[in-house]
């Protein structure tokens, strides 16, 4: 596996769109640090971006990737590997490049405004971590997708939908329920509302951190009211954990019936 | 060596192999024949473990390949297509898959014997069709395992590459390999093969050398003993 992972993730380190990318957050942590002067509100706005870019880039990154290692992976199959060990391989190649880029672009950045003397030290690696499980999760999720999908444009479209429902259209049908029950005790459904999408669950997760309650909205409050700061980050973080072994356990799962 | 039981396949509603059972002894070229669909790819794959049967075993050296894998160090495989990530250069290709098998390989004379040299530098996706197999046949015979499966080998070739592939073959007879070839060339075939597999919708319509096959459609010819055979079936 860890020959396929180093083949994978040096294929990707000399793609053009890693640098693009990795390029992206090394621009927006200097705009952000070097214009705003003001550390904690640059995580937040921060957070917002990434929260919707990292799944962004995961999914296309994680369609496109399989799409065009097709003959590549056709290849490995006929050699002694299993196939458990060729997908998780290009699996996390891809997670991986895309963590460094997402890591690298903004650390260094923030290194070098003087995190480390900073207090804001841990909220910007929480930050990380959720970012660097975004990618994990929705490149796992895309390569379920196109391995459930030999049509490419069919698999894109799916992939790019589930980004759409999970970043934008999730929340509203949330909000929309939430106001609909108004009547009714919410605290319960918003939770589980909130756990079945790893892009609230990560905003949740972070501004329980940040501990900035009027960003928190309504199931943040509850979160908070429900587990306490500690106990719900733990969770959050647990959960996040468990979006990303699901969807690369069924990947191995699916990868291992697959006809090539 | 390869042992193939009660064998079927199929993709959505196609039926591809319905109940194969086909046994391969060790030594000898062995082709398989039939026409476009008949499933001869599916059979191959299948052996490599690439397309996994609804039904059936299949046992190769002795082993059921079921959720294994290193079998196929005993194997080489030419696929059909070369189909090879593009953005890849030919040496890179070779260090990787070399790199992958864990296994130094014989590439030089190969490479000299197809004047792969200039090529060495290029990405693969820039290089023509018949280059390309050549790259594929070096990949395949640069190993030295007891059977070796080619998926038309023949394709793209220049006349001299065709006339190494067919010495290299008689090569790897001669040190008692197993050789498992699919081709749609029938003068190739008739020159090549020990024995013959003929399938024909999904079973073995025929299985015996090329003088049993004349013999038991009253042909004279080769190919139009094959023709006979697809005729009176279609008919």
Known sequence: MLKILKYSFFDLMRSRWSYVYLLFYFLLGIVLLFLNNDLSKAVITLMNVIIVLAPLIGTIFGVMYYYNSREFTELLLAQPLKRSSIFLGQYLGVALSLSMSLILGLGVPFLMYGLLQSSAIWNFSLLLITGTFLTFIFTALSFNIALSNENKIRGFGYAMLLWLFLAVIYDGFFLMALILFEDYPLDKLSLVGTMLNPIDLSRTLILLKLDISALMGYTGAIFKKFFGTDYGLILSIFMLILWTILPVMRMVFKAKKKDF | ?235
Request: net charge positive; aromatic share 8%.
């Open chain 2, 1 to 235: 060596m390869v042992s193939i039981t009660n064998l079927y396949k199929r993709f959505n509603k196609n039926t591809v192999l319905s109940g194969v059972n086909l046994e391969i002894h060790q030594g000898g070229i062995f082709t398989i024949l039939g026409p476009n669909g008949s499933g001869k790819t599916t059979l191959i794959k299948s052996i490599l473990g690439m397309v996994i049967p609804d039904k059936g075993t299949l046992m190769v050296f002795g082993k059921n390949i079921k959720s294994n894998s290193s079998y196929r160090h005993q194997i080489n495989y030419l696929p059909q297509i070369a189909n090879f990530p593009s953005n890849l250069k030919v040496k890179e290709l070779i260090k990787m898959i070399k790199n992958l098998r864990g296994d130094p390989g014989t590439d030089l004379e190969l490479m000299e014997r197809f004047e792969l040299a200039p090529f060495l530098d290029k990405k693969l996706g820039t290089l023509s069709g018949g280059t390309k197999q050549k790259v594929n046949i070096v990949l395949t015979f640069m190993f030295d395992s007891p059977l070796i499966i080619l998926d038309e080998p023949t394709t793209g070739l220049d006349p001299i590459s065709l006339l190494f592939l067919k010495e290299r073959i008689q090569i790897e007879k001669a040190k008692g390999k197993t050789l498992l070839i699919t081709s749609h060339i029938m003068s190739f075939v008739e020159e090549v093969s020990d024995e013959i597999v003929f399938l024909l919708e999904g079973n073995i319509y025929f299985k015996g050398s090329v003088s049993a096959l004349k013999a038991k459609t009253q042909e004279q010819d080769f190919e139009h003993a094959i023709a006979s055979i697809l005729s009176n079936n279609h008919a």
